[in-house]
């Protein structure tokens, strides 16, 4: 991989900008005796006179030229009545920012066994190991790449002292080379996934098949960022030295996560044919078990001991270490009866009972509907057999509706008030109230959805056209506002109302070319969403989210913003108080000044 380069200004163009000279008259040997006229900036006077400099251009202390790898092996075989296959991978690819770089390993194994006419069984195992070596990114001061872009381009990054240290750069600022050189990030994860299966047929159209399968992560990181050697400069101010922000005295920091989801369900269907077979009936249903367990702790610290590299060598664990750990289980059954009759008419109608220990148990109960239906008219002897036939070759008209829990909006413990502990000096403990508040109640989210939609294919395959036209009313809408002050909170967990989502989905593929060895697809995809809040059970008007200017309010999209803006005259100047400055403009959700 080949970065792509940012411009570089020329000595000429930074010449037109005095301003950004203030760090040449920082490093001038004469500027005790010329101070310079212009403002203090960064610790020094700005000396408005242009001095000739040597540029330097530090993408070429950060980017390379990078290279990538992915590896694959496979092999399978067996018998009539055992089957296996292996499969093993290898993928590394370094990053354009150096030296960060990701690694990955893979081990897949499946079997599957024939025991008897009537009993099948299968398994498998699917191991990866990723390793990452990274570097900080975003709006910081330790970033290579925002180290770039604050610094003035007349240092020269590899300047070094007798010891081969790096020195610095700007005042305040650290060594754009410094993160390559001495940062050590990085993140560790081993994942298995695997599954059993069980497949049992009794008698001919009776069918039970049992499934359990595990998914397990572990995630490591690891920080170390070392002191940096110029970090106490004698020649300068305190005010000049590297900014406490990028973390000059050192810092570590670990995290460990694990995670485990454990699933399992058994399906029990019957299958029966009448007309001869051209009406088919299927009847099933099934339960549904899902166990998640959470565990997550994190601690960082600065002011490194000298050779420590780990986060027991810090001396100032300016944030309190966290841990969590979570436990939630998802349970339901459902039953489903479908038909379908000569391959062109299907009715499905099911019914669902789920239930979420993250919510409470009084909170669910209901059993919940679904419906589906489809027609194709293409299979009809009429359509077949007709001239458009020969090239119109599928109709298929769609319709469905259903409700369902949505579970994931809390998740593990929020329903509850938790506090954290915390320790005096001398031994003596408590807690902490947390800010945000939760509540024992909260209901779960029920989505209603009714879709329609066609699926028209033409010539033979070239040209296929798929459209969708849904309404979704979301129920119990939950969301984080902002309590009444007296409540002493910062944010509470509610159900707040009823949200609406309706919108269409065009998706259009053809095969332009196509060939024994060459082959040309086109894909068109539009889709158009709107979303409405059409109920609101709170307080009525605009309800904050985050205390600044996004909520929501009845009548308008999620998340819309709502500032306020300044009264004015008739003829659009600003409508002064008695102390002769502007005023917010009264009104309330209509947007309609409201005056006395």
């Known amino acids: 991989t080949t970065p792509r380069r940012f411009g570089i200004a020329s000595d000429a163009t930074y010449s037109q900008f005095a301003d950004?000279?203030?760090t040449i008259s920082n490093s001038r040997p004469n500027q005790s005796a010329v101070p310079g006229t212009g403002p203090l900036s960064l610790g020094g006077r700005l000396d408005q006179v242009t001095y000739p400099v040597t540029r330097y251009d530090y993408q070429d202390d950060i980017f390379g030229t990078t290279f990538g790898t992915d590896n694959y092996i496979n092999m399978s075989g067996g018998n009539d009545k055992t089957s296996y296959s292996l499969s093993g991978s290898f993928l590394t690819n370094d990053g354009i920012v150096l030296p960060t770089n990701?690694?990955?390993?893979?081990?897949?194994v499946r079997v599957d066994q024939k025991i008897s006419n009537k009993l099948k069984a299968a398994g498998g195992l699917n191991y990866v190991n990723s390793r990452s070596k990274d570097l900080p990114n975003g709006n910081n001061f330790f970033s290579p790449i925002s180290i770039m872009f604050i610094n003035d381009n007349v240092w020269d990054a590899n300047?070094?002292?007798?010891?081969?240290?790096?020195?610095?750069?700007?005042?305040?600022?650290?060594n754009v080379r410094s993160p390559r050189e001495t940062f050590d990030i990085t993140q560790t994860t081993n994942r298995i996934i695997g599954d059993i299966q069980l497949n049992y047929a009794p008698i001919a159209g009776l069918n039970f098949t049992y499934t359990a399968g595990v998914d397990n992560y572990s995630l490591v990181g690891n920080t170390y960022q070392p002191r940096v050697a110029y970090f106490f400069n004698p020649t300068v101010s305190a005010t000049q030295q590297v900014a406490a922000s990028a973390f000059p005295d050192g810092y570590a920091a670990i995290g460990r996560e694990s995670f485990t989801s454990f699933n399992q369900e058994i399906v029990g269907s019957y299958v029966k044919d009448f007309l001869n077979g051209d009406l088919k009936s299927t009847t099933t249903t099934g339960y549904s078990y899902n166990y998640q367990e959470l565990q997550r702790y994190t601690r960082e610290g600065r002011d490194l001991q000298a050779f420590g590299q780990n986060i027991t060598a810090a001396r100032n664990f300016f944030t309190p270490e966290t841990e969590f750990r979570g436990k939630q289980n998802i349970s339901g059954f459902?039953?489903?009866?479908?038909?379908?009759?000569?391959?062109?008419l299907f009715l499905t109608g099911?019914?669902?009972?789920?239930?979420?220990s993250a919510y409470s148990p009084n909170a669910i109960g209901q059993v919940l509907p679904r419906l589906t239906f489809a027609f194709l008219p293409s299979e009809l002897e009429?359509?077949?057999n007709s001239k458009m036939g020969n090239w119109?070759?599928?109709?298929?008209?769609?319709?469905?509706?259903g409700r369902a829990f949505v579970f994931s909006a809390v998740q593990y413990f929020e329903r509850f008030t938790t506090y954290t502990p915390f320790s005096y000096v001398g031994g003596l403990g408590g807690f902490t109230t947390?800010?945000?508040?939760?509540?024992?109640?909260?209901?779960?989210?029920?989505?209603n959805e009714l879709e329609f939609g066609t699926d028209l294919e033409f010539f033979k395959g070239r040209l296929n056209v798929t459209l969708n036209y849904y309404s979704q009313k979301i129920e119990n809408l939950i969301v984080r506002v902002l309590p009444a002050p007296s409540v002493g909170g910062t944010s509470i967990l509610s159900n707040v109302g009823t949200m609406t989502n309706k919108g269409i989905e065009l998706l259009i593929s053809g095969t332009i070319i196509k060939s024994k060895n060459f082959q040309w697809v086109s894909t068109i995809n539009y889709n158009r969403n709107r979303n409405v809040v059409t109920k609101v059970t709170l307080a009525p008007g605009f309800i904050n989210l985050n205390a600044e200017t996004q909520g929501i309010q009845q009548g308008s999209p999620f998340g819309i913003f709502n500032i306020r803006y300044y009264a004015r005259n008739a003829n659009g100047t600003l409508l002064l108080n008695a102390d002769g400055l502007p005023q917010v403009e009264r009104g309330d959700a209509s947007g309609k000044p409201q005056r006395d």
């Open 334 to 344: 459902f039953l489903q009866q479908a038909f379908g009759y000569k391959r062109m």
């Open 382 to 384: 009429g359509f077949k």
């Open 20 to 22: 950004r000279l203030t």
């Open 159 to 174: 300047r070094r002292n007798a010891a081969g240290d790096l020195q610095h750069m700007e005042f305040n600022r650290m």
């Open 434 to 447: 947390p800010l945000s508040l939760n509540n024992r109640d909260i209901l779960p989210e029920i989505k």
């Open 350 to 356: 099911a019914i669902r009972r789920d239930q979420s």
């Open 102 to 108: 990701f690694t990955r390993y893979g081990l897949k």
């Open 392 to 401: 119109w070759n599928t109709l298929k008209i769609r319709a469905a509706y």
